[in-house]
Antibody, heavy 125, light 108 residues
Framework: EVQLVESGGGLVKPGRSLRLSCTGS????????MSWFRQAPGKGLEWVGF??????????ECAASVKGRFSISRDDSKSIAYLQMNSLRTDDTAVYYC????????????????WGQGTLVTVSS | EIVMTQSPGNLSVSPGERATLSCRAS??????LAWYQQKPGQAPRLLIY???TRATAVPARFSGSGSGTEFTLSISNLQSEDYGVYYC??????????FGGGTKVEIK
């Protein structure tokens, strides 16, 4: 069974950093692009970024709203994707979800086939 | 950026009836369109990808259609468990990936 578990969320002050982890199981982690999404309280879904598989250089793309502040990495030996969030702002407050691509070995992201349960990040002084 | 617009914003449907949800893209996304269901306090669940392909374990009462800029999600014989917010998402242009604002489905 495919499972994704996010961790690392919590309450953090503006300007500080936080690193989220997404641990995958039940599939070959290194075969899939992994993405991060977020959902502010009472709002819709927003794409944050994704990381390609190592075969495609493990390259990343991030949304304009987080570019330069957030970065994504992966450790395939541990089946973990990371979201490093720096210079956090109050408008980064959201539930953060990781997602596994629907398609294997895809250079462009496809639909989010599986999602974790999410982890809440609250940025407040 | 491709803007995704969903309608209606809210839909109230009786059990056993059909619900029809619409999603429009500001430019063609070919068939790179997904539909998700999200219930309160839960993560989104993929229902449809490639505009019309049901994801694993999704009941046959869910069907997707359309291509280019106009898409529809139909839920036939609506069940009590089909409540929630439904989102469409395009993945043709991944800078950025974009979602519609959602349609909230309520069971009468």
């Amino acid at each position: 069974e495919v499972q994704l578990v996010e961790s690392g969320g919590g309450l953090v002050k503006p300007g500080r950093s936080l690193r989220l982890s997404c641990t995958g199981s039940g599939f070959s982690f290194d075969d899939y692009t992994m993405s991060w999404f977020r959902q502010a309280p009472g709002k819709g879904l927003e794409w944050v970024g994704f990381i390609r598989i190592r075969a495609y250089g493990g390259t990343t793309e991030c949304a304009a709203s987080v570019k330069g502040r957030f970065s994504i990495s992966r450790d395939d030996s541990k089946s973990i994707a990371y979201l490093q969030m720096n210079s956090l702002r109050t408008d980064d407050t959201a539930v953060y979800y990781c997602s596994r691509d629907q398609d294997k070995h895809s250079w462009t992201p496809s639909a989010g086939g599986y999602w974790g349960q999410g982890t809440l990040v609250t940025v407040s002084s | 950026e491709i803007v995704m617009t969903q309608s209606p914003g809210n839909l109230s449907v009786s059990p056993g009836e059909r619900a029809t949800l619409s999603c429009r893209a500001s430019q063609s996304v070919s068939n790179n369109l997904a539909w998700y269901q999200q219930k309160p306090g839960q993560a989104p669940r993929l229902l449809i990808y490639g505009a019309s392909t049901r994801a694993t374990a999704v009941p046959a009462r869910f069907s997707g259609s359309g291509s280019g800029t106009e898409f529809t999600l139909s839920i036939s014989n609506l069940q009590s468990e089909d409540y929630g917010v439904y989102y469409c998402q395009q993945y043709t242009n991944w800078l950025p990936l974009t979602f519609g604002g959602g349609t909230k489905v309520e069971i009468k």
